[in-house]
């Protein structure tokens, strides 16, 4: 008996996963979803567990735009809006937090900074 009906439960999990299969290609680059090249992120800062500021670039060619966004659990505002900025790779001296610090502690023990 359940060799008979073994291909039938392969047919079903065959069936079950084609909506599943359909709904990760949606949602990846390979199913076009990114192709247009309209909006992209640029940035993104967690705040909290549902609360983040995020950076995303919208439009194409002189009509681009940056925009600043607040994004919760409930609603998206709008911070800013801005033009484009220049990207630059990330600086060579650009140290974690730690290491900055012991720097300054070492390289300025009791004064501030005078930029």
């Known amino acids: 008996m359940t060799s008979s009906l073994l291909p039938f439960l392969w047919f079903l999990a065959i069936l079950c ?7 990760l290609l949606k949602r990846t680059p390979l ?11 640029v940035a993104m800062l967690p705040l909290s567990p549902n609360q983040r500021i995020v950076t995303v670039e ?16 409930a609603q998206i505002s709008t911070l800013h809006v801005m033009p484009p900025q220049p990207e630059s790779a990330p600086a060579a001296h650009a140290l974690p937090f730690a290491e900055q610090l012991k720097a300054r502690m070492r390289g300025n023990s009791g ?5």
């Open 58 to 73: 919208v439009g194409q060619g002189d009509d681009r735009r940056w925009l600043v966004l607040g994004v919760t659990g």
């Open 31 to 41: 199913g076009g979803g990114a192709a247009a090249g309209q909006m992209r992120t």
């Open 111 to 115: 004064g501030s900074d005078a930029s």
């Open 17 to 23: 996963l084609i909506p599943l299969a359909l709904w």
